[in-house]
């Protein structure tokens, strides 16, 4: 067990629907990142927050969007879904400083129908 | 934007024998950090070696242990005395030498053990 938690693990919807993937980090984490797994694309960073703060992004579509709360989980935001959006949608912590372990949730599987 | 290759989509290895998966990457930078990340049929991402970019010494964690070639930008994996719990994906992966902790994942090895 990381000590990272997603949810919901599993997650079918249809397009055009919105869908929200939660994140609570690792205790005393204070960045969270965000990945996407597919099968055509791999693993892709999306985007990092800081302690409340968008820290860097990657490769996020203007469709998504994500925040983290006072309270340090975080909230990725799926709108307008298509059918490339299905993938695995990982969440990771680490602690402050470069070459700190990344600890990875399970992910959230997502289907877009 | 900074790559990162395996070239072997799948490898198999015979339990208790050594294998080693291969990574090269792509970097202007001359510090950074490397990984190999472990993704068995869970899908959690598992943490199984990183290395330094500065440091000389190949890291060794266990049974796992690094080739880090800095000139050549390559970053092989050696797996010794193979396990049946050794079966996964395998994923090298670059931060990006910036302060922020992003990965750049390459597509991955399927690793088998066979009994």
């Known amino acids: 067990d990381s000590g990272v938690t997603q949810t919901p693990k599993h997650l079918i919807t249809a397009t055009g629907q919105r869908v929200t993937l939660r994140c609570s980090p690792r205790?005393?984490?204070?960045?969270v990142y965000w990945y996407q797994q597919s099968l055509d694309q791999g693993l892709q960073f999306l985007i990092q927050y800081y302690n409340g703060e968008e820290r860097a992004k990657g490769n996020i579509l203007e469709r998504f969007s994500a925040q983290q709360f006072p309270d340090l989980h975080s909230e990725l935001n799926l709108s307008s879904l298509e059918l490339g959006d299905s993938a695995l949608y990982f969440c990771?912590?680490?602690?402050?400083?470069?070459?700190?372990?990344?600890?990875f949730g399970e992910g959230s599987r997502l289907t877009v129908l | 934007a900074q790559t990162v290759t395996q070239s072997q989509p799948e490898m198999s290895v015979q339990e208790a024998e050594t294998v080693t998966l291969s990574c090269t990457y792509d970097?202007?930078?001359?510090?950074?950090?490397l990984f190999w990340y472990k993704q068995p049929p869970s899908r959690q991402m598992i943490l199984v070696i990183r290395q330094e970019a500065y440091k000389q010494q190949n890291a060794t964690e266990n049974r796992f242990s690094v080739n880090f070639q800095k000139a050549a930008k390559s970053f092989s994996l050696k797996i010794s005395d193979s396990q049946l719990g050794d079966a996964a994906m395998y994923f090298c992966a670059k931060d990006s030498g910036a302060g922020s902790y992003q990965l750049t994942f390459g597509k991955g090895t399927k690793l088998s053990v066979i009994p």
């Open positions: 205790s005393g984490d204070l960045s």
């Open positions: 990771a912590s680490s602690v402050v400083g470069k070459g700190g372990e990344l600890f």
């Open positions: 970097t202007s930078e001359s510090d950074y950090y």
